[in-house]
């Protein structure tokens, strides 16, 4: 072998080695990871409270009967405005008519039967005292006898007017109950409003609603002056809001328009919702009503709606995205099993014994370090900040996954922005 040949097989050892160490040293060296990088600023925050329900009147009757019979004449119609007192149904009175004919006859024989026993009570009363009389000035003419049997008499008689005299008040209320009965075959309206819901035709029999109350109503009486959006909240946010919170509503039946409203109204009492999942625990709402400032007069009953309620404002406040706000464990931060990005709601103060929240701030050579921070409210997109953070701190932003692999001590790189529609048509 020549001279020549050992030296170029030598080079081609030395160069595959040097590849070699190269690679190797690649491969050891630190990989940055790209994020999203935004700066913490000042923001002005609304926390609010969404939640859907029904748009309901103030104030309605649902109009039953209390007797049965046959719908012989119906003098409205669904949609008909009415005002307290007009006539709106009849029920067919002919068996509560006889039943006032017969409680009017009945009494008028209460009645003479009475003036009969009144009379035999005088009658007896006045045999009584003549012989009372006549023993007076002559003992012997009357006996003790005869004087003891026509007090008796007396007494007797005296006992059957009495009861003929209450014989006579109950056919006098059986009369008043007769014509009580008569009179709920007229229905009228008790109050002025919209029938927003007519729920018999004519010829159709009404019950009465003892122990079925749907059933038994016969069409709903309402004020659509003043609408209500009943929504029903979960018990985690009831309890920040207040009577008087301003909250924007959206009607399903009007999608382009919003309708300011404001809490009028929090139940006491919890509506339990459907089961959650496979176990049988039941969620726990809250009714809330929200009182429709200016609704259109389109609006009707049932009406789907969607509200937030504003809970809480702040004006220029240091804030930081919600996506940015993780938690580690205190005493071995950077654990990617421990991470949890928390993207709703605000969260609690201590996550757990050995849990801390807070971001990871980006420092000038793009390593991150995870550092602490006390949150306040919650807005759509940013938490605000109480402390922890200084204004113009970089930390990182997103992406969830990102946040939640990163370790403290890491290098990031920014993430290139999406491209925008206006950017990708000056391209093409």
Known sequence: MSKRAKWMIAGAVVLGGGAVFATTAARRGEKATEVRIEAVEARDLVASVTASGQVQPRTKVNVASDISGRIVRLAVKEGQMVKRGDFLLQIDPEQYEAAVQRAEAALSAARAQAAQARANYLQAKRTYDRNVEIRRTNAQLVSDADLEQSRTQMEVTQALQEAADHNVEQSLASVRDAKTSLAKTTILAPMSGRVTRLAVEEGETAVPGTFNKDAATLLT?????????????????????????????????????????????????????????????????????????????????????????????????????????????????GGADSAVTLRQGAPAKQVGKRDVEGVFVVGTDNKVTFRPVKVGIAGDRYFEVLSGLQPGERIVGGTYQAIRELKDGALVKEAAAPATPAAKDAKS
């Open 221 to 333: 009486i309402s004020d659509m002056s003043v609408l209500e959006t009943i929504v029903k909240v979960d018990e985690t946010d009831v309890a920040r809001i207040t009577l008087g919170d301003s909250a924007v509503v959206q009607i399903d039946a009007f999608p382009d328009t919003t309708f300011v409203g404001r809490v009028v109204e929090i139940s006491h009492s919890s509506v339990r919702g459907a089961a959650t999942g496979a176990t049988t625990e039941q969620a726990v709402d809250y009714e809330v009503r929200i009182q429709l400032l200016d609704p259109p007069v389109e609006t009707r009953p049932d009406f789907s709606a969607t509200a937030k309620v504003v809970t809480d404002m702040r004006s220029s406040a240091l804030s930081i995205p919600i996506i940015a706000l993780t938690v580690r464990e205190n005493e071995e931060l």
